[in-house]
DNA sequence: CTGAAAGCGCTTACAG
DNA sequence: CTGAAAGCGCTTACAG
């Protein structure tokens, strides 16, 4: 490329990585451009990154990708990443929120940084091995491991909830509770308990599902069909469980809302995919993505990140009514 | 690290890479592990791929994320590319299915080849440019920009629909079209056509729509309820869609599917978790990332892979019945 | 069985 | 304003 062009390397570096003005005349950067064009010459990245020992790379770790939360969040990070000249590459841990294998093997890419979004912290030590400067997302807030946090606010968002069902005359509430063993999901159990005792109302069964359809749709089930009054309302950790919960419902003959209210979270496409329409709690997914971005940024400026905490809304729609009787 | 296992640059090479058999002794090669150990010692990718040539990485250009199908192809094709050494990573292209940016620029990796999933071709030149081994998958296997191809039998799983609902005797059909400008949509809609004219019946109408639950709402309010006999069903492009067009049903007072059949396509998670369930067509995407990957493997090996066609299956659930009358 | 040396393609002082 | 040189950390012949 230097040769065709008739310059040095050194000029074909200044040149293509922008850093030639005032330093090469106007007439030779010039030449190099149009040389690099007609060759379709691309600086070899491999041998940047070797240079430079840094790559403009961050990973986001995600414990699946069947989620559009977090194709949301990767959005938001890639935009602000974009606007730092970085970029942003995606890696679905293979056993959901459970360890996660050594990116490094698996991508292959040389990195700057780690995002790992709504991972056990535990899960994240082959890539805290690596030494890389890691930001969690929607992770406890109190584990010391990572050099940035961004947290949704969950546990408000499962006050809102409660607060909701409440005030919707509901005193007998059962708990769909997602089967994964996270922060995220701990913090919703904990503060929907703590919402309703305080309150004089109680979880008055918590099932425990998968985070699919059908496993939604058996806890709801075991929910409404269980010892006991039958729940007023099913408070979901997720609006596929949600989902599943309203049509165990219906099989039971039950009208949603009007003999069961079902709450969901998170509100994704299916929210509104399904009739009635989940009442949820939408979570800013995007701006976790941004801010996830930011504090990785300020952690690689040797900055130090003030935790974020976003608030979360509870969306009020058709599945939740006054309680019956 | 040489230094303090005491050996040379080269040997410490030879152990990491796991080829010192019958070059270096067992005694220094343990030497070299626990060094390692102790240090944390990683090799330095971006040196190794500055010296190779190659990164054992190849990109994954999807339209979206939001959509569990590429999920699953990702799926696929992570586990053909661990078999192999690989590794893969994801590029959401950000526009869709339009243009997508260099994603050299964006994520930096240096990469061995991608593999572009239902992508418009010429939304890929920019990635061409690189002149890396491309893999197209659910692209029109006509255009000759890829080194392989895999493809779904999609005007076949549309000739099922078509097939299923003349069986039940409806002749007016209506067809929500997915308003994205790729060769799955287009394949789609012509198949449906030839299907329901070679069988005396038509498509009364087609709605374009984007692939979002709102939209298929409103473009089945219009078919339903536009010019001319009612359509007896409608054929969605897309299980979103499909979602969508139930609720447009139900609130115009019809019964799904007494009333109006209703036909998705993918057999994402929406399927079941809507109320009735959706007849649709499941299509296999591990299958396709995994052939995906395999035939980029075999482009990298210097070998031609055959194009591969993959056969999708009808699954018929409770929003498809007779026609009325 | 082990080490010294070359070279992958960049970027960045440094010299002219 | 431009070029020659060093060096990032590997891997791979090659020599011993």
């Not at 919402?195 to 359809?213: C, Q």
């Not at 006991?228 to 165990?248: E, F, H, I, N, S």
């Amino acid at each position: 490329m230097a040769r065709v062009a008739g310059v040095s390397q050194a000029t074909v570096s200044l040149v293509m990585g922008d850093k030639w003005r005032g330093r090469v005349s106007e007439r030779t950067a010039e030449a190099v451009r149009t040389a690099a064009r007609e060759l379709g010459y691309r600086p070899n990245l491999a041998a940047r990154n070797l240079r430079l020992g840094l790559t403009r790379t961050a990973l986001l770790v995600v414990p699946a990708l069947t989620n559009e939360f977090f194709a949301r969040v990767h959005t938001g990070a890639a935009r602000v990443a974009a606007e730092h000249g970085m970029g942003v590459v995606l890696y679905p841990s293979p056993e959901g929120t459970g360890p996660a294998r050594d990116p490094f093997a698996s991508s292959r890419a040389t990195l700057d940084g780690v995002i790992a979004s709504s991972m056990a912290a535990e899960a994240l030590t082959d890539i805290r091995a690596g030494g890389l400067p890691l930001v969690m997302l929607d992770s406890d807030p109190a584990r010391p491991e990572a050099a940035g946090t961004v947290n949704l606010d969950i546990a408000d968002g499962t006050r809102q909830v409660a607060r909701h069902l409440l005030a919707l005359g509901h005193r007998r509430i059962a708990h769909l509770a997602a089967d994964v063993d996270s922060w995220t999901f701990r913090v919703r159990a904990r503060a929907l308990t703590e919402a309703l005792t305080s309150a004089g109302a109680a979880v008055v069964r918590s099932e425990p599902a998968a985070l699919t359809v059908a496993a939604g749709l058996s806890a709801a089930e075991r929910a409404l069909t269980g010892p006991g009054p039958r729940p007023t309302a099913l408070v979901c950790d997720d609006d596929v469980l949600a989902a599943g919960a309203c049509k165990a419902a219906r099989r039971l003959g039950l009208r949603v809302p009007d003999d069961v209210s079902v709450t969901g979270f998170d509100d994704l496409a299916m929210a509104t995919a399904v009739d009635p329409e989940l009442t949820t709690v939408r979570l800013p997914a995007e701006s976790v993505g941004e801010a996830g971005m930011r504090a990785l940024i300020k952690v690689l400026d040797g900055e130090d990140p003030a935790p974020v905490t976003l608030p979360v809304d509870l969306i009020v729609r058709d599945s939740t009514t006054a309680a019956p009787r």
